[in-house]
């Protein structure tokens, strides 16, 4: 052979068995899966598979009763309704309670930006580091929606400088949406993601922060989710989200 003909062989894909594959998007136990993949209901590439098959989770094509697992199989996305008092990283040395514990432990997954240990709601968790990338950053402007139980009543002033943009150490803030739910609860939908944002907002404008939660990420929110648990994304939920941070102009 020539140096012209090139490799003699190719790296072979990193196969996975196919129950690993569903198990890591959600379908239950590798036992369930297996029961899946016995009763037939699974498909590789358009074929019923059968048990103990092995796929290259990059370019498989798995569907379970017909319906595709996900854009990428072993890729996994996780909403969290994070509880008060849980600190929002992968890894606490003070050995404080931490979001992860909250979610499977494998495949491992990190949390999507961040919110301050006294604030409750929705927190995304994926091992997909491109699309957190996007999500978190602020060239995508991707919306985040609070319900902020304040100290007293803003006044109507007190919403249009919420709305405006107020004077914080770190600068202006952007504009933003504020409307009052309650006399003492404000709903604020900002782009921007400083750190401790919401709370120095209405700090800012005589209003401190009793209690924050989060209720919306992009086009994420769930109602019905109970505080400390979590669930996977819906295919069409991971659609909305890639649509949200598709083609931004200064990345
Ligand atoms: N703004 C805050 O002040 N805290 C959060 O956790 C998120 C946004």
Redesign the pocket.
Known sequence: MTEHEGPVSQEPAEEVRLQKVLARVGFGSRRKCDDLIAAGRVTVNGEVAVLGRRVDPESALVAVDGAPIGVRPGLVYYLLNKPAGVVTTADDPQGRPIVVDLVPDEPRVFPVG???AD?EGLLLLTNDGELAHRLTHPSYGVE?E?VAEVDGEPSRAALRSLREGVELDDGMTAEARASLMDPSVVKLTIHEGRN?????MCEAVGHP?VR?V?TRVGPIADRSLAPGSFRELTVEELRSLEQAVADKPGR
Do not use: E, H, N, P
Request: proline content about 0%; hydrophobic content about 30%.
């Open positions: 961040r919110l301050d604030t985040k609070y401790r944002q919401v709370r120095r922060v924050l989060r």
